[in-house]
């Protein structure tokens, strides 16, 4: 184990190439995603990269360029569901991971220091990591983030701060997709997705069938999209307006089919950074549960729609505190209309 105390503000190494690196984030698909530009600069300068993820994160992983292996793991301090601590299956990670150098990504109010104790019992000899805390031994960089970064460009500057420079413009990124014409059909369309990964981040299916609705009278061709426990949202947000998609891609699918479109409408959820990724423009409606300027579309035109100065503002509610949900459901379709509109006049 490295011993001593981490240091701040002090790179890894300035020069040559780092052999075998590991680039931990252990949330959500959305999550992941925007580690990316991060770990392309690690790609940039160590000859193998392995993004140790979550299993909700695990599909955006394998999408991500410069990622030489991904090792999912069920991590007892993330989730939603978290399991048990299980010695065993912490030992038999440490066993699996092969890396001399660690940089561990999280999000603001986030702790890396347990993943930290995982890397050092595997022997990962440097670590780097944002830390409001002590760390010890556990990390070799203890990196202070800028209060407001954007969550994308707080990893990057972290990847930076541990000698890993950008390698390019530092835009979200995928492996190109597949073509989904055969789903999708010909010509222009726009993207309505109604789900979010927690209820608090949603636009409700009244008003998202309304949006179908306006923006299908403004002359737009509309496609819902949604995961295979959705069907039943989706069905009823298309209604006879609009194509249903809901449950019929996978990742890389869904990929294709944003990149397919013209723009795309939806909440604070992963699809939102899966637009961005594949370079479209991203109506943005954003509950502000949690910060707009740290995780809304990234790279990208966007509009963000929803009441920002909420009582619900920075309180990470998964349920809506607010009867009514009112920081979203006072946003109409037609104002969803405009936006698109909007984003279409300045494309």
Known sequence: MNGGTAREAEPVRTAGTVRRAVVTRLDSFGDVLLAGPAVRAVAARAEHVTLLCGPRGAPAARLLPGVDEVLVWDAPWGGFDPPAVDRAEICALADRIDADTGLILTSFHQSPLPTALVLRL????????????????????????????????????????????????????????????????????????????????????ERCAEAVRELTAAGHRVVVTGGPGERELTARVAGEHALDLGGRTAAPELAGVLAGAVAVVTGNTAPAHLAAAVGTPVVSLFAPVVPAERWRPYGVPYVLLGDQDAPCADSRARECPVPGHPCLNSVTGTDVAAAVDKLLGEA
């Open 122 to 205: 595997a022997g990962v000899g440097y670590l780097a990591a944002d830390s409001v805390d002590y760390p010890g031994s556990l990390l070799d960089l203890r990196h202070r983030r800028a209060p407001h970064a954007h969550e994308a460009e707080a990893a990057l500057e972290l990847a930076e701060a541990a000698g890993f420079p950008r390698p390019d413009d530092g835009r979200l990124r995928v492996l190109e997709p597949p073509a989904t014409t055969e789903l999708t059909g010909p010509g222009p369309y726009v993207v309505l997705h109604p789900g979010a990964s927690v209820p608090a981040r949603a636009w409700s299916p």
